[in-house]
């Protein structure tokens, strides 16, 4: 599985941007997928993740409310938009795919990583 991240970019606190996460590979449609991210001097952290069929979502607490993780397994693509965004939102932010079953929000639990896109919010 190969994946990859866009839409990444600056804008204010309050504003919005939307990323993607193309993948490719036949079963993506059996992976459930999640965003992460990571912020300078800082581990990776988890921020949402999105089950198979998209019946299944969860984030964390800092984002809930803000953040909508979607996916579209017919154009093999997961998405997440982001709104009333924030300083501490700043980051390079990742999408993976977990081969597990349950939804895990440990990065260590996912298999496959995209390269990053950087999202930087102004104050």
């Known amino acids: 599985v190969q994946l990859q991240v866009s839409g990444g970019g600056l804008v204010q606190t309050g504003g919005s941007l939307r990323l993607s996460c193309a993948a490719s590979?036949?079963?993506?449609?059996?992976?459930?997928m999640g965003w992460f991210r990571q912020a300078p001097g800082k581990e990776r952290e988890f921020v949402s993740v999105?089950?198979?069929?998209?019946?299944?979502?969860d984030y964390a607490d800092s984002v809930k409310g803000r953040f909508t993780i979607s996916r579209d397994n017919a154009k093999n693509t997961v998405s997440l938009q982001m709104n009333s965004l924030k300083p501490e939102d700043t980051a390079v932010y990742y999408c993976?795919?977990?081969?597990?079953?349950?939804?895990?929000?440990?990065?260590?639990?996912?298999?496959?990583w995209g390269q990053g896109t950087l999202v930087t919010v102004s104050s």
């Open positions: 993976a795919v977990s081969t597990r079953v349950v939804m895990f929000r440990t990065p260590r639990m996912y298999d496959y």
């Open positions: 590979g036949r079963t993506f449609s059996s992976y459930n």
């Open positions: 999105i089950s198979w069929s998209g019946g299944s979502t």
